[in-house]
Each structure stands twice: as structure tokens, then as C-alpha cells.
């Protein structure tokens, strides 16, 4: 079976009703969004680049999240995997990734109504109306989705009533320029940089052992990087470790006694008698504008006190946050914020400048919505720019949008949210605060 045999094209009356929704990202947003379609008995696909679900997540498996259970799994998904037998693990016990893949979202991609629906190893490289590009206004809403595929060599057209991109943003990270451009001189040191959260004391351990490794980021995903290379730097002589940051002094989450988030609270303060300590090195103001190579060094070229000083090391570790991929939408009529590029009427709701994690209003298919009927961009990738999203928000963005797409106005418009009090985000807190 092809996907092209799950979405049938027909001329008829109505011809976005016998279509699928396609959910893009099978990781823990698109995967609660297949369970609340399921539940209402939704037809929909969903569509994961990596060769499993959560393949995202995986990747930094090894990292413990912030968030308890109780925070971490959504109520339909919940009763749904209760009626095979499953058992929900200790409320206030805080899993790594790889143990929310393992002990949540696995299970719920093996639930019957969703498993025969997820397609992995296929990327979605754009999305349009069938027909139109974004100029064109007739009939548009009446008008099937295309999304378009790629699967192993195949490029291949998929038509949908709906889409929910759900893919996230951990594979579009900022880059390290301090301007927002691309590195200059990037390629040149392509292989000695790694992505944000780095298995460093595990499968990534030889990258780092015995070598001089600068993370470049304010935020709690280079917290997490520097706290594991001090630990490494204990066993592996000739290893140490540089926090390269571009302002005055390490901006990151202020620990607060009323933080629910209990390991997220003490990571700054980690991180501080670390540095006291000596394993850290600090190096703060320092903009960067281009990378070279230097024999077998890597040197980062930049501004630090209206001066050009350059910091020279072997591996670069790049946790400077991350952005939304916009390229393959396009051709979809998007109404984004001009600074956090979140959908606009979100975007006032989790101003980084403003709100922490546990202070963002519920909110659901109304602050999502788009001029382009029927699109969503939901979870992490909803909030842009801004580091201040919690899973248990992105569940019930997911829960309003799954009702207003199958006709239940009530359910879709009365959302609510019980978040963990928090600490004040940093707006600098790039990796993420939650």
C-alpha cells in the first residue's frame, strides 16, 4: 500500500469530507493528535521523517525532562492505552526522553485505531491547495490539501481535508552567527559541531573525551551539555569545557522555591558551583560572526567589547535554540508575529518577555488559527521562537483543534489548562525552559 492509497481523490458535492487529516510529526504532539482523531473517529495519516516515531525525541533520549508523569500524558491518550492494560508510571517521577518513548509514546503508536496510520521514514517537502498557490482565493477553502512527500527516492502527492504540522522545531536549530544569518565560514567546520544535547557521557562520549569543547548558548539545553562535560571532565584528563555567550553575564532560568519544575530549578545553581568551581570556563559578550579552521582547531571569529577576538577550540556544541521551519508552507496562507513568528494571535500569550511556562492562558484552535482554513501549526512549532512551551500545552492545543475539525465548536472553544507553577523564563533561555 502506498500513501497515495490512503487518500483517495474524488469529485463530489463535498470533496474534502471522505479525505484524511495528515498530521506531520509523529512525535508527542502529532502522536496525542492521532489519538483524539481516533477517538472521534477520524480518518488521518500521520507522517514522520525519521525511520520510528518520536525519532526527535530519541535523540536526546538520554535527557531527563523537566516535567513530571502527571504533566506528560494527555487524559484521551491515557483512557485509550488504559483499555489495552497499560499502566500509567509514578505521577511525580521525572522520565528521560527515551523513557517517554518507551513507556508512553511507543505503546500509544501501537494502539490499533493509530498504528495501521503512521507512516514513517517519509518527509513532507510542501504543502499547498489543490491546484493554487497562495494567491489564489475561489473555492480555496472548499479546496483539498496537497501535501507533498518524499519517500525514499519517490517524491509522491497526498490530498487532505486538513493538515496539522506537528513536526516541531528540533531539527531546525538557530545558527550560531549571533546576527541570526547563517555562520559564515560554516563549512569549513560543519564536522567538528554537534546539535544541542549531545550524548555525552554515553554514545557521543569519544566525540568529547580528552578535548577542548565550547557550548555556545544561554539556555537550559547548554546547561544540561555543560554540567555533562564537567562530569566527563573528571574521568578524561586533557577534556575542558568553555560557556560561550553573547551577553554581559549567563542568562539563564532564576531558581525560584515556587518552581514545580524541582530539577529545572536547581539546574542554575549546578551549573553556578560549576563554574566556582573551575570546571566551567566563561566566556560572556562574545558575538559571534564567522568560523575557520586553524590546523586541527576550530576558531570562532567575533565581537566582544567593540573588539575582534577570536576563541579557539576542537568541538563546538550549538545550543543556541531553535526556530520553526517555514519553507515547506509556502504556499499556505500563514498570519505569523513579526518577532516570535508564532501564529499572531498566540503570540502574545507566551511572550518570552513576559511569561514563563506556567503562566501561558489556555488556549486552542482560535489562537491557532490561520487565514488558510483547515491548517494548523501545533506544539512546539506554534511557539516559534519562544522557549517557553510545556507538553501539556501542546495536548491541549491538539484536544481543540481534533474537536473543531470534527464540528465540536463546544469542546474546541472550552479549553482548559492546569500548568505547573514556574520561575520566570529568561528571554535568552534559547533551549528551551520547559
Not at 500509567?88 to 490499533?112: H, N
Not at 496537497?146 to 522545531?169: F, K, M, N, P
Not at 517555514?326 to 498566540?346: H, K, N, T
Request: aromatic share 4%.
Amino acid at each position: 500500500m502506498t500513501l497515495l492509497d490512503l487518500t483517495p481523490r474524488v469529485v463530489a458535492a463535498d470533496r474534502l469530507a471522505p479525505l484524511p487529516v495528515v498530521i506531520v510529526g509523529a512525535g508527542p504532539i502529532g502522536l496525542v493528535a492521532a489519538a483524539h482523531l481516533a477517538d472521534r473517529g477520524a480518518e488521518f495519516v500521520v507522517l514522520e521523517v525519521g525511520d520510528s516515531i518520536a525519532a526527535s525525541v530519541r535523540s536526546w533520549g538520554h535527557t531527563r525532562l523537566f516535567s513530571p508523569w502527571r504533566h506528560l500524558v494527555d487524559p484521551v491518550s491515557r483512557r485509550l492505552l488504559e483499555a489495552t492494560g497499560w499502566r500509567m508510571p509514578e505521577p511525580d517521577g521525572a522520565p528521560t526522553g527515551a523513557q517517554l518513548v518507551a513507556d508512553y509514546l511507543e505503546p500509544l503508536s501501537r494502539l490499533e485505531a493509530i498504528a495501521t496510520r503512521v507512516r514513517t521514514g517519509v518527509e513532507v517537502i510542501g504543502v499547498a491547495r489543490e491546484g493554487m498557490d497562495r494567491t489564489r482565493t475561489r473555492a480555496r477553502a472548499q479546496t483539498p490539501f496537497v501535501v507533498r512527500v518524499r519517500v525514499g527516492g519517490d517524491v509522491e502527492e497526498l490530498s487532505a481535508r486538513a493538515v496539522i504540522d506537528a513536526s516541531g522545531t528540533y531539527r531546525s536549530p538557530n545558527p550560531l552567527s549571533s546576527n541570526g544569518l547563517g555562520l559564515l565560514g560554516f563549512d569549513e567546520i560543519a564536522d567538528a559541531v554537534t546539535h544541542a544535547l549531545p550524548d555525552v557521557l554515553g554514545r557521543d562520549r569519544a566525540t568529547f573525551a580528552g578535548r577542548r569543547t565550547t557550548v555556545v548558548g544561554a539556555g537550559h539545553s547548554a546547561a544540561n551539555t555543560l554540567l555533562a562535560l564537567a562530569d566527563l571532565a573528571r574521568d578524561e584528563p586533557g577534556t575542558e569545557v568553555t560557556w560561550l555567550i553573547r551577553n554581559a553575564q549567563a542568562a539563564r532560568v532564576t531558581a525560584s522555591p515556587d518552581d514545580e519544575l524541582a530539577d529545572r530549578a536547581k539546574l542554575g545553581s549546578r551549573v553556578d558551583r560549576a563554574i566556582a568551581a573551575g570546571r566551567i570556563a566563561v566566556v560572556d559578550g562574545f558575538e559571534v560572526v564567522r568560523a575557520r579552521r586553524a590546523g586541527d582547531e576550530v576558531e570562532l571569529v567575533g565581537r566582544r567589547d567593540a573588539e575582534q577576538v577570536t576563541h579557539a577550540t576542537d568541538v563546538v556544541v550549538n545550543a543556541t535554540g531553535f526556530r520553526p521551519d517555514l519553507g515547506i508552507l509556502r504556499e499556505v496562507r500563514l498570519e505569523l508575529d513579526d518577532i516570535v513568528e508564532a501564529p499572531r494571535r498566540l503570540a502574545p500569550l507566551i511572550d518570552p518577555n513576559v511569561h514563563s511556562c506556567g503562566t501561558v492562558e489556555p488556549h486552542g484552535f482560535r489562537e491557532l488559527t490561520h487565514p488558510e482554513q483547515g491548517f494548523f501549526i501545533v506544539g512546539m512549532k506554534s511557539y516559534g521562537r519562544a522557549p517557553t512551551f510545556l507538553l501539556a500545552t501542546g495536548f491541549e492545543q491538539v484536544r481543540s483543534v481534533a474537536a473543531w475539525l470534527e464540528g465540536d465548536v463546544a469542546s474546541a472553544s472550552q479549553v482548559e489548562l492546569v500548568l505547573p507553577a514556574t520561575g520566570v523564563c529568561s528571554t535568552d533561555a534559547a533551549g528551551g525552559c520547559c
